[in-house]
């Protein structure tokens, strides 16, 4: 995994302005994001060094125990958000390095057809995170302190079993050791996540089948699902919309970020098994999950949050049996229970 991510970066190349319509729309899409107060105060925290306390809490698994030294950071430190918006106005799109596979196909694709559309989605998620791994780079750690001591505290001296080389992380995505750019790679997984409302993913086997890619986010809010979870076309379209608009166009007001996960997106996908169903942007980024893992999360139970699959079940049972307590009617149950009986007699009778 470590080659193949080394190799994927190394072949990494700049999408330069070709005078392309392609080029022209991908440009004004990712400065309609940049332009966002959200993407703003996400940049900010990064050149801060350290998330508020709001924002390091705001994850599925924080990881944060006791009196965390991260709750006296309730805001940005001085300067950390005057830098960002200094970044946002210099930024040159040259610096960023993409995948040149990426830059071919979306520059190949008709303007306006399907595979434009997921093309430019796929840039721009790419794009939001090679700049957050850039201004982790940079390292300008604004931050008035000292950033190793909240981000290593631990409640117990011998405690590291929730050490991490940042607190700007997705829970999902810790692999710095296999990422092209290391911990950067972190910082971008969670920038992504911070902007957009989950890692943007994709179904490569009906890509590789010849079929369009449904589009995944894997989240790491708090309060949210754990799981990959497939955008609705409405939610496509909205933000497809946002990203194409002209400046000046009402489009442009309606800005769907983040996109987060509601009732209505039932398709998902256990994170355990995405790799294996090939639910991913790059094959490297999260390690395959060994048999110990497997069986833990099997072990697990399942709420209606998560796998919104059960409200559906229990839907079903409650318009086949529209009684209050949702039991099937009494003559059911007496034929069952004198099933259940004929049942055990004739497992006396076997017995004997």
Avoid at 141 to 163: K, Q, S, Y
Wanted: aromatic share 8%; with cysteine; glycine share 4%.
């Amino acid at each position: 995994m470590k080659q193949a991510a080394r190799t994927v970066g190394a072949s990494r190349v700049p999408f330069t302005d070709n005078g392309t319509e392609h080029y022209e729309i991908f440009s004004r899409a990712l400065k309609k994001v940049l332009s966002t107060d959200l993407a703003l105060e996400t940049y900010a925290q990064i050149i801060d060094g350290l998330p508020t306390a709001d924002i390091a809490y705001d994850r599925r698994s924080p990881g944060l125990f006791g009196d965390h030294p991260i709750e006296e950071h309730e805001e940005l430190c001085p300067g950390a958000v005057e830098r960002a918006k200094e970044f946002r106005e210099s930024f040159d799109i040259s610096v960023l390095t993409l995948d040149p596979q990426l830059i071919r196909a979306f520059s190949r694709a008709p303007v306006g057809t399907k595979a434009f559309c997921l093309r430019l989605l796929e840039l721009i998620a790419s794009s939001l995170h090679e700049i957050a791994a850039l201004l982790h780079q940079l390292d300008l750690r604004l931050h008035h302190g000292d950033i190793e001591a909240v981000t290593n505290w631990v409640m117990e001296p011998d405690d590291v079993a929730h050490l991490r080389p940042t607190l700007l992380s997705h829970v999902l995505y810790m692999e710095h050791e296999v990422y092209p750019n290391g911990v950067a790679d972190m910082v971008g997984y969670w920038a992504e996540d911070r902007i957009i409302g989950g890692v943007t993913v994709f179904d490569r086997r009906a890509e590789e089948a010849g079929a369009f890619p449904n589009i995944y986010l894997a989240p790491n809010r708090a309060r949210t699902t754990n799981r990959y979870w497939q955008l609705l076309d409405d939610q496509q379209q909205a933000l497809l919309k946002f990203l194409v608009a002209e400046d000046g166009d009402s489009e442009t007001a309606n800005c769907p970020l983040p996109i987060l996960c509601t009732d209505e997106n039932v398709e998902r996908v256990s994170h355990q098994f995405a790799i294996a169903r090939q639910v991913y942007r790059d094959i490297w980024e999260r390690r395959p999950p060994t048999k110990e893992m497997l069986r833990f999360y099997a072990g697990r139970p399942q709420d209606a949050g998560d796998y919104p699959d059960i409200n559906q079940l229990w839907e079903a049972i409650e318009r086949q049996y529209p009684s209050t307590s949702s039991s099937p009617p009494a003559e059911e149950v007496s034929e069952s229970n004198n099933t259940d009986q004929s049942e055990e007699e004739e497992e006396r009778g076997d017995q004997r």
